[in-house]
């Protein structure tokens, strides 16, 4: 399939001849999920973000970001990040031939979203505060310097986002509610666009970790805890935007506990055959927890690959049956 750019050129802003930078993202799979349909009492399916080229739904927004920092002659990109962005950025900036500049929280990302933006070449800034602390930072060096800020705040990035909408309308028809773990917002944002210019409205359900849930409070939290890494951010850049895409729906914004999370995380991976990232289960968890509303049809966005963050999984199971190299031995373990 060709990239995103290419597949929806007439609505993104791109004209013919520029520049694209793509690694063939988006046109991911729209999973039917037979186990948590039964278990909520709707039609589910899932949106596998997790199998865009670097693992996340990032992809979709660093196509048109960093196309558009490339048409504007940026020598490098930046951002700040929970881990998804960063490897994002970084593979798109190594596809471009730009330098690629990432702030980390300390010691708060998934070792997989490392591991690929080091090898992606990106330089990578471990940052002695949160991701909170991270965008505030970027966005003053990156506007006082020649260097492209492609957090969500970038415009460029919710057009991205949001074809993945234009790909869920093009599967279902139609649809009733969307569920969405919201971190930073822009997804969200991105989402209600994209169903808004194809003349759809399903009703929105955002869901954040309980620890991290500054829309459900009303309120920025200072400091935000989940195990839930790429959503744990305390003050969303798109929080408007986000509150009018829940309210404008019908839908809502709701938390959801880290044993919810890692109860749906588990679920996923072992009655549907969908390994996802912690983050990506709160849409399924504030699925089975707070319902959607009613509604018959309903989609669950998973923003990312379980692969990205094997400390978590492996927190989550028993471990391997060690065994001697004989048949008896290898016999009684399997059987
Ligand atoms: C970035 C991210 C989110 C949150 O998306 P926002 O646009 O920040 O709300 C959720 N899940 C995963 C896996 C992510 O990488």
Same mark, same amino acid.
């Given at each position: 399939?060709?990239?995103?750019?290419?597949?929806?050129?007439?609505?993104?802003?791109?004209?013919?001849?520029?520049?694209?930078?793509?690694?063939?993202?988006?046109?991911?799979?729209?999973?039917?999920?037979?186990?948590?349909?039964?278990?909520?009492?709707?039609?589910?399916?899932?949106?596998?973000?997790?199998?865009?080229?670097?693992?996340?739904?990032?992809?979709?927004?660093?196509?048109?970001?960093?196309?558009?920092?490339?048409?504007?002659?940026?020598?490098?990109?930046?951002?700040?990040?929970?881990?998804?962005?960063?490897?994002?950025? *970084? @593979?798109? %900036? =190594?596809?471009?031939?730009?330098?690629?500049? &990432?702030?980390? #929280? /300390?010691?708060?990302?998934?070792?997989?979203?490392?591991?690929?933006?080091?090898?992606?070449?990106?330089?990578?800034?471990?940052?002695?505060?949160?991701?909170?602390?991270?965008?505030?930072?970027?966005?003053?060096?990156?506007?006082?310097?020649?260097?492209?800020?492609?957090?969500?705040?970038?415009?460029?990035?919710?057009?991205?986002?949001?074809?993945?909408?234009?790909?869920?309308?093009?599967?279902?028809?139609?649809?009733?509610?969307?569920?969405?773990?919201?971190?930073?917002?822009?997804?969200?944002?991105?989402?209600?666009?994209?169903?808004?210019?194809?003349?759809?409205?399903?009703?929105?359900?955002?869901?954040? *970790? @309980?620890? %991290? =849930?500054?829309?459900?409070?009303?309120?920025? &939290?200072?400091? #935000? /805890?989940?195990?839930?890494?790429?959503?744990?951010?305390?003050?969303?850049?798109?929080?408007?935007?986000?509150?009018?895409?829940?309210?404008?729906?019908?839908?809502?914004?709701?938390?959801?506990?880290?044993?919810?999370?890692?109860?749906?995380?588990?679920?996923?991976?072992?009655?549907?055959?969908?390994?996802?990232?912690?983050?990506?289960?709160?849409?399924?968890?504030?699925?089975?927890?707070?319902?959607?509303?009613?509604?018959?049809?309903?989609?669950?966005?998973?923003?990312?690959?379980?692969?990205?963050?094997?400390?978590?999984?492996?927190?989550?199971?028993?471990?391997?049956?060690?065994?001697?190299?004989?048949?008896? @031995?290898?016999? =009684?373990?399997?059987?």
């Amino acid at each position: 399939m060709p990239g995103l750019i290419e597949r929806y050129r007439d609505r993104l802003p791109f004209s013919a001849g520029d520049p694209v930078i793509s690694l063939e993202e988006g046109s991911t799979p729209l999973l039917f999920a037979p186990r948590l349909s039964e278990r909520v009492g709707a039609e589910v399916h899932l949106k596998l973000e997790g199998l865009n080229p670097t693992g996340s739904f990032k992809d979709r927004g660093m196509t048109c970001a960093v196309s558009a920092a490339v048409r504007d002659g940026a020598e490098a990109v930046i951002c700040a990040s929970t881990g998804n962005t960063a490897a994002s950025l *970084a @593979a798109y %900036a =190594a596809r471009a031939g730009i330098r690629g500049v &990432v702030i980390v #929280p /300390e010691g708060k990302i998934a070792v997989g979203k490392l591991a690929q933006a080091l090898m992606y070449g990106a330089r990578v800034i471990s940052l002695a505060g949160n991701f909170d602390a991270a965008l505030t930072l970027v966005r003053q060096v990156a506007s006082v310097h020649p260097i492209a800020l492609v957090n969500s705040v970038n415009d460029f990035r919710i057009e991205g986002q949001k074809t993945a909408s234009f790909e869920i309308a093009e599967a279902l028809g139609d649809l009733d509610a969307l569920c969405i773990p919201v971190g930073n917002a822009g997804n969200i944002t991105a989402y209600w666009k994209g169903f808004r210019e194809v003349g759809l409205a399903p009703r929105m359900f955002g869901f954040q *970790a @309980a620890g %991290a =849930a500054p829309l459900v409070h009303g309120a920025p &939290v200072a400091h #935000p /805890e989940t195990v839930a890494s790429a959503i744990r951010i305390g003050n969303p850049a798109r929080w408007e935007q986000a509150m009018d895409a829940m309210t404008s729906s019908a839908g809502g914004v709701a938390a959801v506990t880290d044993a919810q999370i890692l109860d749906a995380y588990r679920f996923l991976a072992r009655q549907e055959g969908v390994f996802c990232e912690p983050a990506s289960a709160a849409s399924v968890a504030g699925l089975i927890a707070h319902g959607a509303g009613g509604a018959e049809r309903v989609v669950c966005v998973l923003t990312g690959n379980g692969l990205k963050d094997p400390d978590t999984a492996l927190s989550q199971v028993s471990g391997v049956v060690a065994c001697a190299a004989e048949i008896s @031995a290898i016999e =009684a373990a399997v059987l």
